[in-house]
Nanobody
């Protein structure tokens, strides 16, 4: 079983910055791609950024140049550094990871509980 725990959300003024962290814990064999998604009220969950184990990254167009995703494989942790935040970035941010529980098991998607990011104008 794997647990993903996000931290670092909060309230910030437009133009400000925040850094989210997501740490994986529990019993598992390995973690592949990790990522961040967000969901605003009344909207579908959407991909914000993803990062492979060898740190290849991809970003949604709406965060390119403002957000940076990174990871520390030794700590099983993924980060999302958010700069120049806008009110439209307000959402619940969820951590996502592809996890292999044992050597012989397939990779499965795990989700964290999420952390709220609110950006005031």
């Amino acid at each position: 079983q794997v647990h993903l725990v996000e931290s670092g959300g909060g309230l910030v003024q437009a133009g400000g910055s925040l850094r989210l962290s997501c740490a994986a814990s529990g019993s598992f064999f390995s973690i592949s791609t990790m990522g961040w998604y967000r969901q605003a009220p009344g909207k579908q969950r959407e991909l914000v950024a993803g990062i492979t184990r060898d740190s290849t990254t991809n970003y949604a167009d709406f965060v390119k140049g403002r957000f940076t995703i990174s990871r520390d494989n030794a700590k099983n942790t993924v980060y999302l550094h958010m700069e120049t935040l806008k009110p439209e970035d307000t959402a619940f941010y969820y951590c996502n990871a592809l996890v292999k529980l044992t050597l012989m098991s397939a990779f499965r998607t795990s989700w964290g509980q999420g952390t709220q990011v609110s950006v005031s104008s």
